[in-house]
């Protein structure tokens, strides 16, 4: 989409409307496994270190503690997680992606690699790079 001559230099608007492309994007991509992006976002951090309490994961994602914690209720409800009391601490709840969601682990991570090779498709490997950079610089 060409944005319109003159069109106002708004760093904010512009990051804005990357975001809702490539959300909508990766969204489409998720439907056949009726996931949403925050949910997929919290498998792939079970994936990296499973076993994490909610605390601990929301603390990685950088999620608050509401949102987390419907996200994982969803995701309980629907099978892709399970809840463990921990063995020396049955006040701690340790969070595992199920069996469901190690069948789907390598296919949905090719679909987030897929995405982002399309999002970034007209891009350099240098541009790429510092895209990456400024992004993470913004955070």
Not at 53 to 72: P, Q
Request: hydrophobic fraction near 40%; proline fraction near 4%.
């Amino acid at each position: 989409m060409k944005l319109p001559p003159n069109f106002p230099d708004c760093t904010i608007f512009l990051l804005a409307k990357a975001y809702q492309r490539s959300h909508a994007r990766f969204k489409n991509r998720l439907k056949p496994y009726a996931l949403t992006n925050l949910q997929h976002l919290v498998l792939e951090g079970l994936w990296f270190r499973e076993g994490q309490t909610a605390a601990e994961l929301g603390k990685l994602l950088i999620l608050d503690k509401a949102t987390l914690s419907g996200v994982l209720d969803r995701l309980d409800d629907a099978g892709w997680i399970v809840k463990v009391h921990d063995e020396t601490d049955k006040r701690t709840v340790r969070i595992y992606p199920s069996g469901k969601a190690d069948e789907q682990k390598d296919a949905l991570i090719k679909e987030r690699e897929d995405a982002n090779t399309e999002l970034l498709a007209g891009f350099s490997s240098e541009e790429q790079l510092l895209l990456k950079r400024f992004l993470k610089d913004l955070f």
